[in-house]
């Protein structure tokens, strides 16, 4: 299985980038894991909407033009379906014995994902209502795919 992770911004703190590493090494065992960082827009506090929608725009053209051609692709949006980490297994293994062997998350910056980028989900997935830093959600969605992998593969670890 070939997984994408698309997400928004440079990731600077070093453990963030050491606990990407980490769990990128475990899934080398699991899939072939690809990262695609789009780089940011520049915003500022005093943005208005408009221009806060504007931002979402051009970092969500630049998420569109890296996901893979025939990539099944999952966001993770904050209104998008709960599942447990049961479930999540449960649903990366189905999406396996459906052929899909292909499989791109994408994780907005600051301002969130742009609608059109949204829309071209086939699935939208949540974590939480709750708000977290796109740079800690990248490490909190690799351990959850590894945890998954773990799951499916009928391994300890998950307990």
Not at 52 to 65: C, H, R, S, T
Not at 77 to 89: P, T, Y
Not at 112 to 123: K, M, S, T, Y
Request: aromatic share 10%.
């Amino acid at each position: 299985m070939k997984i994408t992770i698309i997400s928004v911004g440079k990731i600077k703190e070093k453990f963030f980038t050491e606990a990407i590493k980490e769990y990128s090494k475990r899934l080398s065992k699991y899939c072939k894991l690809i990262e695609e960082i789009v780089p940011d827009e520049k915003a500022d506090e005093n943005f208005s909407p408009a221009e806060i929608e504007q931002v979402k725009q051009k970092e969500g053209q630049k998420i569109l033009n890296k996901i893979p051609k025939n990539s099944y692709i999952i966001v993770l949006d904050i209104n998008g379906v709960q599942l447990s980490s049961e479930d999540f297994a449960k649903k990366l293994n189905t999406l396996g014995i459906e052929g899909i062997s292909d499989i791109t998350f994408i994780i907005g910056g600051s301002n969130g994902l742009w609608n059109e980028v949204i829309n071209n989900a086939d699935f939208k997935l949540s974590f939480s209502k709750m708000t977290f830093p796109h740079q800690l959600f990248k490490v909190i969605l690799l351990e959850q795919i590894y945890r998954a992998f773990k799951i499916n593969a009928g391994e300890t670890y998950h307990k």
